[in-house]
């Protein structure tokens, strides 16, 4: 069976939850081969064998930390064209989509972005204009370079002893041209990552600034928070947590929206969710008309009577 | 210092977008048509620096067919020096390498270029691919999704918020640089701008003016194919409430029903 490489998300070893997902959608085509690129390989063993990883192969280079992804474009080129890959699979992040755009030109092979799902023979299934349509797809030139997006899959444990390979790979002039000079580590806000979470709680302008009771909220139900651009811009939310065109995408289990209006760019980033709650004083904002269930009313009266009914529920 | 921009006609947002029925292509003709709007901000970062240095010049470039010059215009308007527009037949149906590789060759002609500048997706393909390829057919550094910007006569140094990080990147010129929305507010073309950007040069150049060869591009030999369109089904709107002092809890209870609780 050919291999399928993956290249494993992961910051000093701790492995993100989209490369287990990853791992799952690559063994329906083939075998899982991971490719870990970087420091700290000893941390994420583990993790890689639970999900299935049929071979590891690793390279350690401080090149990976030092410049932009060009040295892991190259070697990921190199592993692919020696194991005679049949597929290439990355997470969809801004990173992903560079690794693998630079990856396709180098192999010659179509590329595929923003895949929510990928079949046995790597056909895609895609999101488009807005989540308007759903497009299938299929890469026809070389093995495809596939990118992924978060929550494609739920990762299913599927334990193996992968067979451990270190590779060497001499990085050409290209790949030490875009030198990382200083690297600020957001604060960790003890809440789910927003592209990986099950459940969101998003501000807009409607909270005035006060994201209090979006924080309450998303912490009494386990879930992340984000915001809308106009919250962002206003400089009451970070950019990090932004949904939409120009932010992050997210399809969890469950959004709910409060004091946003619902413009194409916001629906954009949140149009696959499961199911949509919506809070918004005024009952002609557009985006109750995709609402699975909506509250017309003041976010800063009925978001913190909500927080204390599900506390009250969980006991 | 040359900066070349990168601008890309597309279907409006706003408007309904569709797909050919007869070959799954974007429909890109019976539909309004306008500069991307992430690419202004490319756009109006180029006409910053020129606007802070000496001798600093802007083309405008935008692959697409007839019509697609509309992007060029508004570039102008806003302040561009000059325009270069590839049009051919053969382009219809191009995926995004195929894209990348003659936007290379149509900077490579247009010459001594120190900078590319460039939006951080597409707003109808949206895949963000183009600017890394380009750079890598070019052979050139590319920094993406950059939220601040210095230029210097030699070097570039970019501020970009990752996920797990925020980077500060150099890299030396020439370069490429795609740029998000976050890094100014783009201007609009004053009444003077539309007057001079009526006299300002657009070039239109074809596959063959590039040396590229025209089967490398188009439908034809795209590397990867649609294979089927499926509109998405409205979502049918569900129960609206009207808080009367239980809109919380009504709220939780739905949670509650749905098992999220
Ligand atoms: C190129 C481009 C890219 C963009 N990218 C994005 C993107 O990625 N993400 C994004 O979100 N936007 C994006 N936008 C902006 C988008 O067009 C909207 O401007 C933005 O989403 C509006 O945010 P909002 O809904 O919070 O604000 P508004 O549209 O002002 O809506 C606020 C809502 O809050 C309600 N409200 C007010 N007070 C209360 C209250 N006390 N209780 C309850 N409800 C209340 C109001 O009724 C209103 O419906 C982009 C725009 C452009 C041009
Ligand atoms: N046909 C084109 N003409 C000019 N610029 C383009 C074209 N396609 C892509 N670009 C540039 O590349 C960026 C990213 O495009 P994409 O990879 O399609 O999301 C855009 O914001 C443009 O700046």
């Not at chain 1, 017309?296 to 009914?309: I, K, N, S």
């Amino acid at each position: 069976m050919a291999e399928i490489l993956v290249l494993v998300d992961h910051v000093d070893g701790a492995v993100r939850k989209t490369t287990l997902e990853l791992l799952t959608l690559a063994r329906r085509a083939g075998e899982p081969a991971a490719v870990f690129l970087g420091s700290g390989f000893d941390a994420a063993r583990d993790t890689l064998g639970e999900y299935g990883a049929a071979k590891v192969y690793v390279v350690e280079a401080p090149e990976f930390e030092q410049f932009l992804v060009v040295p892991k474009a190259e070697a990921l080129a190199q592993l692919a064209q020696s194991s005679g890959a049949a597929g290439v699979l990355i997470t969809s992040s801004p990173e992903g989509k560079e690794i693998a755009a630079r990856l396709a030109v180098k192999l010659g092979s179509g590329v595929i972005t923003d895949a929510v799902d990928v079949a046995a023979d790597l056909t895609t299934t895609q999101s488009v204009f807005a989540g308007g349509y759903t497009v299938t797809a299929q890469v026809t030139t070389g093995a495809p370079v596939i990118t992924v997006k978060p929550n494609a899959v739920t990762p299913e444990p599927a334990p193996a002893t992968p067979a451990e390979e270190k590779v060497a790979v001499a990085f050409s002039d290209a790949a030490t041209k875009a030198r990382i000079v200083e690297r600020k580590p957001r604060a960790a806000t003890g809440r789910p990552e927003l592209t990986e979470a099950s459940i969101v709680v998003s501000g807009g302008r409607g909270t005035g600034g006060d994201f209090g009771p979006v924080e309450a909220l998303a912490d009494a139900l386990g879930a992340a928070v984000g915001a809308s651009r106009a919250a962002v811009d206003s400089g009451w939310y970070p950019h990090a947590y932004q949904v939409g065109q120009t932010g992050k995408t997210v399809s969890p289990q469950l959004y709910l929206a409060a004091g946003i209006s619902g413009a194409i760019q916001h629906r954009a980033g949140m149009q696959t969710s499961k199911t949509i709650v919506v809070v918004n004083k005024d009952p002609e904002a557009p985006i109750f008309a995709m609402a699975d269930f909506g509250v017309v009313g003041d976010l800063h009266t009925v978001l913190p009577q909500a927080t204390g009914e599900i506390r009250k529920r969980q006991g | 210092m040359k900066i070349v921009t990168l601008v890309k006609h597309v279907p409006d947002a706003t408007a309904d977008r569709t797909f050919t029925a007869a070959d799954n292509t974007t429909d890109r003709v019976g539909v309004d048509g306008l500069l991307s709007e992430l690419d202004e901000y490319a756009v109006e970062e180029a006409l910053k620096i020129a606007e802070a240095g000496d001798g600093v010049e802007v083309v405008a470039l935008t692959m697409g067919p007839d019509g697609a010059d509309a992007a060029l215009k508004k570039a102008l308007q806003m302040g561009a020096d000059s325009g270069v527009h590839v049009v051919d037949d053969s382009l219809h149906g191009s995926d995004a390498p195929a894209t990348a590789r003659v936007l290379a060759a149509a900077i490579t002609k247009v010459g001594d270029v120190d900078l590319v500048l460039t939006g951080m997706a597409s707003t109808d393909g949206g895949m963000s691919v183009v600017p890394a390829m380009l750079a890598e057919h070019l052979g050139l550094a590319h920094v993406g999704f950059v939220g601040e910007l210095a230029v210097s006569d030699t070097a570039v140094t970019a501020r970009r918020d990752g996920d797990v990080a925020s980077e500060t990147i150099e890299a030396a010129l020439p370069a490429v640089v795609a740029v998000t929305d976050q890094i100014n507010e783009p201007r609009y073309p004053s009444f003077k701008g539309i007057m001079a950007a009526k006299k300002k040069p657009v070039e239109t150049w074809t596959l063959a003016d590039l040396g590229v060869d025209a089967g490398a591009v188009g439908l034809g030999a795209a590397s990867s194919t649609v294979r089927e369109v499926v509109k998405r089904p409205e979502r049918a709107q569900g129960q609206v409430v009207t808080d009367e002092g239980d809109g919380g809890t009504k709220l939780a209870e739905f949670l509650a029903a749905q098992k999220f609780i």
